[in-house]
């Protein structure tokens, strides 16, 4: 199973970015996907996490501002963050929920 996931980069507050991760290797659509990142200095936290069935949970700081989404047929899943804020700032990796598939990270920064 590989996970790569892009979309990461420099943005101001307020601004947007859409992060994707495509995996191979595995039955994707079968499988709970989900969004983690990983500030300077603390814990890899939960962002966001959608099922097989589409039902998806977020974090409380982020429920509003981030959508998660997947293509089947692509064997990706996004992760729209809107409204970014400086704390959002992370390396932001997907994984297969429960398992000890990740990808290699992306580099989110956002600039007051």
């Known amino acids: 199973v590989q996970l790569q996931a892009y979309g990461g980069g420099l943005v101001q507050a307020g601004g947007s970015l859409r992060l994707s991760c495509a995996a191979s290797g595995s039955i994707f659509s079968l499988r709970t996907m989900a969004w983690y990142r990983q500030a300077p200095g603390k814990q890899r936290e939960l962002v966001a996490r959608?099922?097989?069935?589409?039902?998806?949970n977020y974090a409380d700081s982020v429920k509003g501002r981030f959508t998660i989404s997947r293509d089947n047929a692509k064997n990706t899943v996004y992760l729209q963050m809107n409204s970014l804020k400086p704390e959002d700032t992370a390396v932001y990796y997907c994984?297969?929920?429960?398992?000890?598939?990740w990808g290699q990270g992306t580099l989110v920064t956002v600039s007051s």
């Open positions: 994984n297969i929920f429960n398992t000890n598939y």
């Open positions: 959608i099922t097989s069935e589409r039902t998806t």
